[in-house]
């Protein structure tokens, strides 16, 4: 079974066994029809990644999307089933998040392609879902950055589990498919950690900006290769 189809069809118990302790803090969030088939993603890319079976090395899928000219990028869905992944972070705020994260996908794509509002031959449609977001305490992060003490134990983290304490970051669901027949090209699960910067103490949310300039970038990479 693919990820094709209405967002909010059950997800697959096979997917909740497998997927939610792996992926990310929040778990697989129903935006995509089904969670089978997900392989680990490369080193220094995405947590999870899935395209079709019969996609068998990175020249076929870079053929798969290589006569594509034009790319449709839907509004950012914001997964809200479960707000204790959102920390808190109001409506308002959130839906500012999804703007900018669809921006960040158009500025990183727009050199290559034509960015466009509807479906046809040649388009690729991009639909993803924030599932996700962290906010760092703006007094730890205050200790953490300029405290030797508590940059310390930030550090001791990232030497253990690849990223710093406190720096918030957001999760997300994404699907690529062919605007016009609807096909599933491929799909992505991921989690991106902020970094250890003054600007959090500023701005809550910079973490999760971060994390969309990321995925943004990958987009970029995965489909102008």
Request: proline share 4%; glycine share 8%; aromatic share 8%.
């Amino acid at each position: 079974m693919s990820p094709i189809g209405t967002y909010s069809r059950s997800i697959l118990l096979t997917c909740i066994l497998t997927l939610t302790a792996c992926t990310s803090n929040t778990g697989p969030s129903g935006f995509l029809t089904s969670y089978d088939g997900f392989r680990s993603g490369p080193k220094g890319g995405v947590d999870w990644f899935w395209a079709p079976p019969e996609i068998k090395s990175e020249a076929a899928f870079k053929a798969s999307i290589r006569s594509y000219r034009a790319v449709m990028i839907d509004p950012v869905w914001i997964s809200t089933k479960d707000k204790k992944n959102f920390d808190g972070v109001e409506q308002k705020k959130l839906n500012e998040l999804a703007s900018h994260f669809r921006q960040e996908i158009a500025s990183a794509l727009g050199s290559r392609y034509q960015i466009v509002s509807h479906p046809g031959n040649g388009v690729l449609r991009i639909a993803i879902a924030l599932t996700g977001v962290e906010s760092p305490n703006r007094l730890l992060a205050a200790t953490s950055t300029f405290s030797p003490f508590g940059l310390g134990i930030s550090t001791i983290k990232k030497l253990t589990t690849g990223e710093h304490s406190n720096v918030g970051g957001a999760s997300m669901e994404a699907l690529v498919t062919d605007a016009q027949s609807g096909k599933a090209l491929f799909a992505a699960i991921d989690r991106q950690p902020g970094s250890k910067d003054v600007n959090k103490i500023a701005d809550s949310l910079s973490g999760a900006k971060q994390a969309f300039k990321w995925w943004a970038e990958r987009f970029r990479r995965v489909l102008t290769q």
